[in-house]
């Protein structure tokens, strides 16, 4: 048989979701894939069901219905202070892990590079080696997870297209700062480049955090793409319903690729996500403060059980150090150290070196979600208290 695909060759699956598969196989308690398992709000799930007994049924418009990028505009110039027009600079797609590929391919010549940030989140990798990019790394430190100013300067050149940003960020909780955006934008204008932001955690913040979109800063608008989507927010991440906002020329870009790689998002679930989009203010506001009650519980359990824990600014890990309970279990690296606390504590982890392309790094870290239910916690936390 002639050779498969080379680009495919070049990566391995994703680590996250076979962690999620091993933790079902043991029956664990899975804090490695980042997504809730408390039921959605009733009203979210009711606008979906309604929508589909109202036929909502068929192929949506392929750039998104009309109502959700109304709604998506309004919420757009609402929270993030961005202006988009719904006919030509809103794209919806399916999920924000759509909206990425859609606009690096969108984007990407052969020989382009791409600025990211590491730690990353794994998609981010593979994303640019499918458009073609090749990424250029730039550390994040511990323990508050700065980069260092002459390190990001250093990382662009003539050859950049884009820099990717996640804020707040997955997996260290970094939420990045007005300064340091300012300071991003000023490398994108001087190198004419784009900055792709990831935004899907923005309304999980802690201890006053603000979350800034680079589009709202001056002159970032037209070099900006906006990813967003309800996974988080509204606690559906399989609706995958998710959305671009960059400015028209870029967007008909994007809504070439979209059109041709999946044709639309889901036709209900995007009008129920009309409904989502319109929650008031209170809806945010009290998921602020579960995630924010379960953060500092699961911070304080991995302090009790011998980790090294980060303390988050944003988002639902935490990534922590676990070089004592290493070398208690006789792990040979993160991922054996992983496999091993899931069969001594049903606790499922995501091993640290997954989100490095340097695979130096991260092997004494795991990553832990914490967007579960009370009683996962207890269970969870009967677990590390038995190591
Ligand atoms: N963002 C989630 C995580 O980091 C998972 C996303 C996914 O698996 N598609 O765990």
């Not at 050859?159 to 340091?180: L, Q």
């Not at 676990?322 to 606390?341: I, T």
Request: charged letters at 25%.
């Amino acid at each position: 048989m002639k050779s498969l695909s080379r680009i495919t060759e070049t990566f391995t699956e994703s680590v996250i979701r076979e962690m999620t598969r091993i933790c079902d196989a043991a029956g664990g308690y899975n804090l490695s894939q980042g997504f809730p398992d408390f039921p959605a709000e009733e009203e979210i799930k009711k606008a979906a069901a309604a929508a589909i007994m109202q036929d909502f049924n068929q192929y949506p418009v392929t750039f998104g219905e009309p109502e959700l990028r109304v709604a998506i505009a309004a919420k757009a110039g609402r929270y993030n202070k961005i202006k988009a027009d719904p006919e030509t600079e809103i794209t919806v797609t399916c999920g924000a892990t759509e909206a990425m590929i859609a606009a690096l391919k969108a984007i990407i010549n052969p020989g382009d590079e791409v600025v990211v940030f590491e730690p990353f989140y794994e998609n981010y990798g593979p994303d640019a080696i499918l458009s073609g990019a090749t990424p250029r790394y730039v550390t994040l430190y511990a323990p508050d997870w700065r980069y260092k100013p002459e390190e990001l300067a250093a990382a662009f050149n003539s050859k950049t297209k884009a820099i990717i940003i996640n804020t707040p960020n997955n997996p260290t909780g970094k939420v990045f700062s007005r300064a340091e955006l300012t300071e991003i934008a000023a490398l994108c204008r001087k190198w004419d480049c784009l900055a792709i932001t990831d935004e899907i955690y923005e309304h999980i913040l802690y201890d006053g955090s603000e979350h800034i979109s680079i589009a709202s800063l001056e002159g970032m608008a037209e070099r900006s793409i906006t990813i967003n989507s309800v996974s988080k927010t509204y606690s559906v991440t399989g609706w995958r319903v998710g959305w671009a906002i960059a400015a028209p020329a870029i967007t008909s870009r994007i809504r070439k690729v979209h059109d041709f790689l999946t044709v639309g998002a889901p036709t209900p679930l995007q009008h129920a996500a009309v409904f989502a989009l319109n929650l008031p203010d209170t809806y945010y506001q009290k998921l602020q403060s579960k995630y924010a009650t379960s953060r500092d519980r699961l911070f304080k359990l991995l302090l009790k059980t011998g980790f090294n824990p980060f303390l988050p600014k944003g988002a639902y890990y935490i990534i922590a150090e676990c070089d004592d309970l290493m070398s208690k279990l006789k792990a040979k690296n993160d991922f054996d150290f992983s496999r091993k606390l899931i069969a001594e504590t049903k606790v499922a982890t995501v091993p640290g070196t997954s989100f490095y392309a340097d695979k130096s790094k991260g092997k004494n870290q795991v990553r832990f979600c914490f967007c579960k239910k009370k009683e996962t916690l207890d269970l969870v936390e009967k677990g590390l208290l038995s190591l």
